[in-house]
């Protein structure tokens, strides 16, 4: 099944503001705490760094497709879903995530990873710039896309000067 | 919970530490922040001790809603008495170090003591551990942070650390939170060097339980696009703070060669804000802010290559700029950057600087104080190499690291007259000459001349009667040239900037610049599904009022009163020179300003001579100070 939308980010212009990690925490665990959160800014002001990093729901997905007990499944909107019930801790799929997408919680030892909050992600509803978003194959427009990334690799190297 | 994080009690001289509950009452007498910070430093440090004693106390304490994600709620107050003043010593900072500093299990943190060699304390997971810091004292704000998050193997721990002006007891030293967040203004980061303290670390992550989640997260939402999509917060998160730049230039509201001047006119043309724009990455901002008001900026060729850091703001904007004369953003950018690498307000050393100058000027300072340097306006040698003398006190720089009023003694009594000061605080490069509220504020703060006590920014505007009532609940005269009903309007942003400081919420998402920001009565479902506190606006206004009183009976009890709540004298014997003509031959009427300031007194419940009357305390619940809350050590 296709997804009908597609969670981006647009690194360039993440302001390192963290409101989607706080917000993801506190919608699917009720707090604040980065270890809850599905989406993730490898921030480091001193570098010059915000990467917002979520899971993207690949179609070919390493994470299902490397899961022995077929503990992760395709809802409706494309996101990948973790069946907790079959899920056995293995954390085979937070290996081969190639994004480091799917993270640890480390209170109950088994993985996390975006849901894409049925359809609705609130990481996308807090973030201000659009560094986060959620858009319909129409709405993207991959000549944006490619500026994106060049300008955040243009980025990268001028970092070092 | 959100409500279980402890209380840290540091005791330096002893190696030891304390940790305590924070009771719930004691949250809805203070909430947080600010608000705790003085409660505790009322309670704990005596008239008699001196700033840099190991008696004085520092405290450190995040707000009530620091850590969520609304209205900038990331930040952190920091409190102690303050080296300028003897009084009241108050930073608020941004940045990160608040909600980490939560995440590690603390809310407030209380240092006392001295440490026997280089120090620094390192919260972790609900405990507390003091640190040898040998081998990071001498190193810069930036260069020490990178240094602790290698040796605690945490790429998530926050530091507030200080950097060589801290170390050498620069009076008005900052501590430092990342690339820019400054603990400015009031000393902190002396105390904390005097302290041998050279830096807080916290690290850990404790989940924070929150009342009611799903509640919280879409009024956050509500709220936070509110503050937002204000025309103020959209143009900030554009610009930054230097967009006030272009306004006061143009009509006449920045302190130019020291205050002779209220601007530099079509010489500073060069410093407009957008002018900026070419030097500026991206926005980057605070955690949990929206509105990503600094800039994160490079110089890519010329003198000052390789520069990379974030900001400059507004203040930067008069302290190396039109304070002295030279109006080159490259040059901002660069005093900038070294003014947060030494951990120095920028606003306190760009004014003591420009007062230098005008020292120098008229024949106070020579050659043979400074080395055989020239204090010429717009020499961007001079001020840079002065800049550098007051972080490493070496000639006058020695004098005038101990701030505006220690200096004088040794300078010439005279020479106080052209300090822009109050309580022997430097002011911000503005001139309030024009504009009776904001000149009041800056002389009635508690911790000095300052403009984030109660800046009342929209009385720029001019905003009609009706809509003034219904914000302020009183009649305010809608002229901002006024004196009449200026004490309240000062008086009710008193209260409001207290609350916030004391709720980790940002200034500027809040009544400041904007008049449809969020206020009081909108912060009242953000404490009660985050905390499950219920407060109405009233009694958060209370809060605000009790939590200011506090700071004023601080001061009062330090020899603080009716005298020490004056602007500088130039205000009231010089007319400014330039300007638009509602800016041009302005000056302050002494007598209104009297009025005026009667007015603020009883407003507040305080008596003609500015102490809080007895009844007034008995009102807010504010006993005598008991001292014996360190005892325990």
């Known amino acids: 099944m296709t997804s009908e939308k597609y969670l981006m980010v647009f690194p360039e212009l993440c302001t390192g503001c963290r409101e989607c990690e706080i917000a993801c925490s506190l919608k699917h665990d009720g707090v604040v705490g980065y270890q809850k959160s599905r989406i993730r800014v490898i921030r480091d002001v001193f570098e010059g760094i915000e990467i917002p990093v979520v899971c993207m729901q690949c179609i070919d997905a390493p994470c299902m497709n490397s899961c022995r007990v077929e503990a992760i499944y395709v809802d409706e909107n494309g996101a990948k879903i973790i069946d907790y019930e079959k899920c056995i801790g293995c954390r085979r799929c937070i290996v081969v995530c190639p994004l480091g997408a799917n993270f640890l919680n480390p209170e109950t030892g088994k993985p996390i990873k975006c849901d894409l909050c049925d359809g609705d992600p609130v990481c996308v509803k807090f973030c201000s710039t659009g560094a986060v978003r959620y858009l319909s194959p129409e709405?993207?427009?991959?000549?944006?896309?490619?500026?994106a990334s060049k300008n955040y690799i243009k980025a990268l190297i001028e970092r070092e000067m | 919970m959100v409500l279980n994080r402890k209380l840290g009690i540091i005791d330096l001289n002893k190696n030891k530490v304390l940790v305590r509950e924070i009771p719930v009452?004691?949250?809805?007498?203070?909430?947080?922040?600010?608000?705790?910070?003085w409660y505790y430093l009322y309670n704990s440090i005596r008239p008699d001790i001196d700033p840099f004693s190991p008696e004085n106390v520092l405290a450190i304490g995040a707000g009530l809603l620091t850590g969520f994600p609304a209205l900038g709620a990331g930040r952190t107050q920091i409190s102690t008495k303050?080296?300028?003043?003897?009084?009241?010593?108050?930073?608020?900072?941004g940045g990160a170090f608040g909600p980490q500093l939560r995440l590690a299990g603390?809310?407030?943190?209380?240092?006392?003591?001295k440490a026997e060699k280089p120090t620094y304390i390192l919260v972790k997971d609900g405990g507390i551990e003091i640190r040898s810091a040998e081998h990071l004292w001498g190193l810069d704000t930036h260069t020490v942070q990178k240094a602790i998050r290698e040796e605690v193997g945490d790429d998530r721990a926050e530091s507030m650390v200080i950097g060589r002006a801290g170390e050498n007891l620069v009076a008005f030293a900052n501590v430092m939170n990342g690339i820019k967040n400054a603990g400015g203004r009031s000393g902190?980061?002396?105390?904390?060097?005097?302290?041998?303290?050279k830096a807080i670390v916290a690290s850990g992550d404790i989940d924070l339980e929150v009342h009611d989640p799903e509640k919280l997260l879409d009024y956050s939402l509500e709220v936070d696009r509110r503050a937002r999509n204000t025309k103020w917060a959209k143009t900030l998160g554009r610009l930054g703070t230097p967009l006030l730049y272009d306004v006061s230039y143009t009509t006449g509201f920045i302190g130019t060669l020291n205050w002779q001047y209220n601007t530099p006119g079509e010489d500073g043309k060069p410093l407009e804000a957008e002018n900026l724009e070419k030097y500026s990455v991206k926005m980057v901002a605070c955690i949990g802010c929206s509105v990503h008001c600094r800039h994160r900026v490079k110089i890519r060729e010329g003198r000052y290559r390789g520069v990379v850091t974030e900001g400059p703001e507004y203040a930067a904007i008069g302290a190396f700029g039109t304070g002295v004369g030279v109006y080159d953003w490259e040059f901002v950018i660069k005093c900038n950057e070294m003014a947060n690498r030494w951990g120095v307000d920028?606003?306190?050393?760009?004014?003591?600087?420009?007062?230098?100058?005008?020292?120098?000027?008229?024949?106070?300072?020579?050659?043979?104080?400074?080395?055989?340097?020239?204090?010429?306006?717009?020499?961007?040698?001079a001020v840079l190499d002065l800049a550098r003398m007051i972080v490493e006190r070496q000639n006058i720089g020695n004098v005038l690291a101990d701030g505006m009023l220690k200096a004088s003694e040794k300078i010439g009594k005279e020479s106080l007259y052209y300090a822009n000061q109050t309580k022997g605080h430097p002011n911000l490069l503005t001139d309030e000459r024009g504009i009776p509220s904001f000149a009041l504020g800056i002389a009635t703060s508690t911790r000095g001349a300052d403009h984030l006590r109660s800046r009342p920014g929209i009385d720029l505007f001019q905003l009609p009667e009706e809509t003034l009532e219904k914000i302020?609940?009183?009649r305010i005269v809608s002229d901002f040239t006024a004196y009449e009903t200026k004490g309240i309007m000062v008086w009710w942003h008193e209260l409001l900037y207290n609350v916030v400081d004391s709720l980790g919420i940002c200034k500027f998402q809040t009544v400041f610049n904007s008049a449809n920001s969020p206020r009081f009565e909108d912060y009242v479902p953000l404490i009660e599904y985050a905390t499950g506190i219920?407060?109405?606006?009233?009694?958060?206004?209370?809060?605000?009022?009790?939590?200011?009183?506090?700071?004023?009976?601080?001061?009062?009890l330090n020899g603080f009163s009716r005298k020490d709540d004056y602007p500088p004298e130039r205000y009231f014997r010089e007319e400014t020179k330039r300007g638009l003509p509602f800016m041009k031959g302005r000056k302050l009427d002494r007598e209104k300003y009297e009025m005026m300031l009667e007015e603020y007194y009883r407003q507040h419940g305080w008596d003609e001579n500015g102490v809080p009357k007895k009844e007034t305390l008995e009102r807010l619940g504010i006993a005598e100070p008991d001292y014996s809350m360190l005892e325990v050590l």
């Not at chain 2, 303050?82 to 900072?93: A, C, I, Q, R």
Request: no cysteine; glycine share 14%.
């Open chain 1, 139 to 147: 709405e993207i427009n991959s000549e944006e896309l490619r500026l």
């Open chain 2, 106 to 113: 603390f809310d407030h943190l209380l240092i006392v003591g």
């Open chain 2, 534 to 556: 219920r407060l109405t606006r009233e009694e958060l206004m209370e809060i605000g009022e009790r939590n200011y009183t506090t700071e004023r009976m601080f001061n009062v």
């Open chain 2, 472 to 474: 302020y609940g009183h």
């Open chain 2, 25 to 37: 009452e004691l949250r809805k007498k203070h909430l947080g922040g600010r608000g705790l910070n």
């Open chain 2, 188 to 197: 902190t980061g002396a105390v904390m060097g005097s302290k041998n303290l």
């Open chain 2, 346 to 381: 920028l606003i306190s050393l760009g004014t003591t600087v420009a007062w230098a100058f005008e020292l120098f000027q008229r024949g106070f300072i020579t050659e043979n104080d400074t080395g055989g340097l020239r204090l010429e306006w717009g020499n961007e040698n």
């Open chain 2, 82 to 93: 303050n080296p300028m003043t003897g009084g009241v010593g108050d930073s608020n900072m």
